[in-house]
């Protein structure tokens, strides 16, 4: 066999499948019709609706959330809780829909994550019934917005010790605090607070229409523009005993949240990965530089197969965990090396792919910059890469070493 001959094991040159750049693997083999067709319909919608206006939201700094209410209509929101008027889909249906939203922008696929893993979870999962019918069939259907508020101003990578409070007032709860970088924030209308209490860290789920709570937005992003993430500020907010979780104390709460979105977030990386390879691959076919392709000449054909390469494992260790999940073996270390691993190559596939795209590789022109700065964004939300190292670490050396 020579150098360049490209046969492989069986497929003999007469019955050669053809080589699918954006598939090199044929990953799509893997998939179950019911999964391809929550693919295509989401690739469809983000084409028609997201890709016509994106560079306008994102430069404008604004999230249409008239167009994002239609992901209700595709049983998108909470689409893997079963239930309570959600969609009841698999995982890996779930992680395909966060990739081909995260294709388009990562905003649209945040505020998927937000509403389904970080604000619907925690009710489906340590909700008492009543407030599972009350709030989970409106926020599948999108009439009520949710948003997660953990981080604070003072507290980020270490949750544990924030400062948000709730008290007990007779029967009710008294709540108290700042939350910082609340996506979906401005535009919620229920916030999942937590609060540390006498018994330990608890969810509330707070109306944002309560007296003494209000939400800022934060102004001047370069990153993830077209979405709203604000400040939560709470001020003697007065909740009913119906307002707090029954399910769980402690930070098993947030964190089994954060495990759900972030398994989201190791197939949306391949998302924008794939579109900054895609434009990069065509981009390299059809601009001209010393009466060639640059395309052709080596260095751009070495950036283009290393993006292929990490695309390639990265998007087989999406589908590897997302069936591990439906599985019910997934642990939530194996969902860190997936984040720390696919967000941290989205990136590098992003900078490589600015680099083939010359000067125009910085405007909004291509979606390669937008993508690029998403993913800024994406590498500190849900634990920031430092922290999954040390999950990590941890997980294979028995040693922590966060403190
Ligand atoms: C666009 C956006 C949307 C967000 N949405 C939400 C949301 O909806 N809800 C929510 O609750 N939060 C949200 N966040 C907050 C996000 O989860 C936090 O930003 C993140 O957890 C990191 O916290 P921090 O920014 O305070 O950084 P810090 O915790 O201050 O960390 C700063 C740096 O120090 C490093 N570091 C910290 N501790 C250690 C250690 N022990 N060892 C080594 N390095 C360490 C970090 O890795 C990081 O590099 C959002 C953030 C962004 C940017």
């Not at 604000?119 to 009439?143: D, T, V, Y």
């Not at 707090?244 to 964190?255: A, C, D, E, N, Q």
């Not at 083939?356 to 993508?371: D, K, M, Q, S």
Request: overall charge negative; hydrophobic content about 40%.
């Amino acid at each position: 066999m020579s150098a360049t001959d490209t046969r492989a094991g069986a497929a003999t040159a007469a019955a050669r499948p053809a080589v699918k750049p954006l598939d090199f693997l044929d990953l799509d083999a893997l998939l179950t019709d019911e999964e391809r067709l929550v693919r295509e319909t989401v690739r469809q919608w983000v084409q028609e609706r997201v890709m016509p206006g994106i560079d306008g939201w994102f430069e404008r700094g604004e999230f249409p959330l008239e167009v994002a209410r239609e992901l209700a209509g595709m049983g998108l929101l909470g689409m893997h809780l079963t239930g309570y008027g959600s969609a009841g889909t698999n995982a890996v249906s779930y992680g395909l829909a966060c990739l081909e939203l995260e294709a388009g922008d990562a905003g649209f696929r945040s505020f998927v994550s937000v509403q389904g893993s970080l604000a619907m979870f925690p009710i489906w999962k340590f909700g008492s019934e009543e407030q599972k019918q009350e709030w989970l069939p409106k926020m599948a259907a999108g009439e009520v917005i949710g948003c997660f508020g953990l981080t604070e101003p003072d507290f980020g990578s270490d949750p544990a010790h924030m400062r948000t409070s709730a008290r007990r007032d007779g029967s009710d709860w008294v709540l108290n605090g700042t939350k910082m970088w609340i996506t979906n924030g401005g535009i919620a209308d229920v916030a999942i607070v937590w609060a540390r209490t006498d018994e330990g860290i608890r969810g509330f789920i707070v109306p944002t229409d309560s007296k003494g709570f209000s939400a800022k937005n934060i102004e001047r992003k370069l990153s993830l523009r077209a979405s709203v993430t604000s400040e939560l500020i709470l001020d003697d907010v007065r909740l009913p005993d119906g307002g707090v979780l029954p399910g769980v104390t402690g930070m098993r709460g947030p964190l089994s949240c954060l495990d759900e979105a972030r398994f989201g977030i190791v197939w949306a990386a391949m998302g924008a990965a794939r579109a900054c390879y895609q434009c990069a691959l065509d981009y390299s076919k059809s601009r001209v530089q010393f009466g060639k392709p640059i395309g052709s000449f080596q260095l751009t054909q070495e950036k283009l197969v290393n993006m292929l390469l990490e695309l390639s494992k990265g998007s087989l260790l999406a589908l590897h965990l997302g069936r591990m999940k439906d599985d019910g073996r997934l642990l939530s270390e194996q969902v860190s090396l997936g984040k720390l691993n696919n967000v941290r190559e989205a990136l590098r596939i992003a900078r490589e792919a600015r680099t083939i795209l010359g000067a125009n590789g910085i405007t909004l022109e291509y979606p390669v910059i937008r993508h690029m700065n998403n993913l800024e964004s994406v590498l500190t939300y849900e634990g920031t890469s430092e922290i999954h190292t040390l999950i990590l670490g941890q997980a294979i050396t028995g040693l922590q070493a966060f403190e």
